[in-house]
């Protein structure tokens, strides 16, 4: 039976938390951050407890608290990144669509989940809000679920959870976090137009997080019945939702729906999302899961680093944590074997300060993506097709979308055994 709380300062983590256990919260626009806030203050009555954090907003979990928790995570995304900086965040490299299975054979261990969730709806179920991802499977082996039901969340037509699926319950009313606006520059620009050649109508698209995704979309106005089969839906996939430009039409498996596993972006974005019929939220066995039963699936993803062989890393650069695998090697693997779809890793030709080349002639130290389903790498230079040809060609291709200032460098250093 769910214990209900009278109110917030009724928490006390100590007498939910055993020692050496590992606590999940719900990422992104999904976090509970009042409970957040709890444990954060009464951190020092747990003993050897473990904060599995994803994709965070904001900058409520910080390095100093690891004075009494340890925090692990699987990348380094959002404000999560300031823990892997400082050393005290442990990260796994696991794909995201390997939760569910991981958590169900208990490789993955999450004693205790702690979730956002809007009110419930006449059924007495709860939507999973803004966040559904690996949340359903985590919640299954749970030993204890504590939801915020924070009535500031917006309900979002798709998978939903039983009050008896929740252990203790407290109300709030505070806004979920936002995504800050990626920056949309020049360089931006021309990668997001060359990318939209490569979508046509009635595509299935899968964007991942960034200002390519929404550049694109802006380039996508003139599209029709597009598709949406994502981890995330941000405010440039709402936009085409709105105008009418995906529709839906083609989604072979929830014909007129976007099939999303989060929601990120600003208070506009959280508003439109209400209840809206055009969405269908789901986990990561749906969202990652069934995305090779996708024939047209266009994935774009973004990388840090594409070597001459096509391999991509949007992990590390050196020894600093600065992505993860996240849910790109599944996506791209789909959109590679889809037959009318197209698997496209955009990136930066030069590194942020300009001083070095983003396309490498060294293999990557970090392959997120193996290059047999890289289909197209797209810079401010171009774009380099890949699939079905050999290593010289590969080569010469990814060269040639390179910084001219780096060209022949490149050209050079593939010439060595």
């Known amino acids: 039976m769910t214990q209900r709380l009278a109110g917030i300062d009724a928490i006390d983590f100590s007498a939910l938390v ?103 709806g006449a059924d007495g179920r709860y939507s999973l809000g803004l966040t559904a991802m690996h949340l359903p499977a985590a919640i299954r082996s749970a030993r204890l679920v504590v939801a915020e039901v924070n009535h500031a969340l917006p309900p979002i037509p798709g998978i939903t959870i039983g009050a008896d699926e929740i252990d203790v319950l407290v109300e709030t009313n505070s806004p979920p976090p936002a995504l800050a606006s990626a920056p949309v520059s020049n360089t931006t620009r021309t990668i997001a137009r060359t990318i939209a050649d490569y979508v046509g109508d009635g595509a299935t698209l899968q964007l991942g997080v960034g200002g390519v995704p929404e550049a694109l979309c802006a380039e996508l106005a003139d599209r029709r019945d597009l598709g949406i089969h994502s981890g995330l839906l941000g405010p440039g996939l709402m936009r085409l939702i709105r105008d009418g430009v995906a529709t839906g039409a083609y989604h072979p498996l929830f ?130 097709e890949l699939t079905g040809i050999g290593d010289t060609e590969r080569r010469r291709r990814l060269i040639a979308i390179a910084a001219p200032q780096f060209r022949e460098t490149l050209e050079e250093e593939s010439r060595q055994p």
């Open 18 to 120: 055993r020692s050496g256990e590992t606590v999940l919260f719900g990422e992104g626009a999904g976090e509970a951050g009042a409970l957040a806030d709890v444990l954060i203050a009464q951190r020092h009555r747990l003993e050897r407890v473990r904060i599995f954090l994803g994709m965070m907003l904001s900058t409520r979990f910080r390095p100093e608290h690891a004075d009494a928790l340890s925090f692990a995570s699987y990348g380094a995304l959002g404000t999560t990144r300031a823990l892997a900086d400082a050393g005290v965040l442990e990260v796994l490299p696991v794909a995201l669509g390997q939760f569910p299975g991981l958590i169900a054979r208990r490789a993955l261990r999450f004693d205790i989940v702690v979730i956002a969730v809007p009110p419930p």
């Open 255 to 384: 014909p007129g729906k976007a099939v999303i596993g989060s929601v990120m972006g600003d208070a506009a974005l959280y508003r439109l999302v209400r209840d809206d019929p055009a969405l269908h939220l789901t986990e990561i066995e749906t969202t990652h899961g069934r995305a090779a039963e996708i024939g047209n699936l266009v994935s774009v993803n973004g990388a840090l680093q594409v070597d001459l062989s096509g391999q991509v890393n949007s992990e590390r650069i050196g020894r600093r944590q600065i992505g993860a695998i996240g849910g790109q090697a599944e996506f791209s693997r789909a959109a590679a074997r889809a037959p009318h779809g197209r698997s496209i890793i955009a990136v930066s030709a030069v590194t942020p300060d300009g001083k070095a080349s983003n396309i490498t002639a060294r293999p990557v130290s970090h392959v997120t993506t193996p290059r047999v389903d890289v289909d197209v790498v797209v810079t401010e230079f171009g774009a380099a």
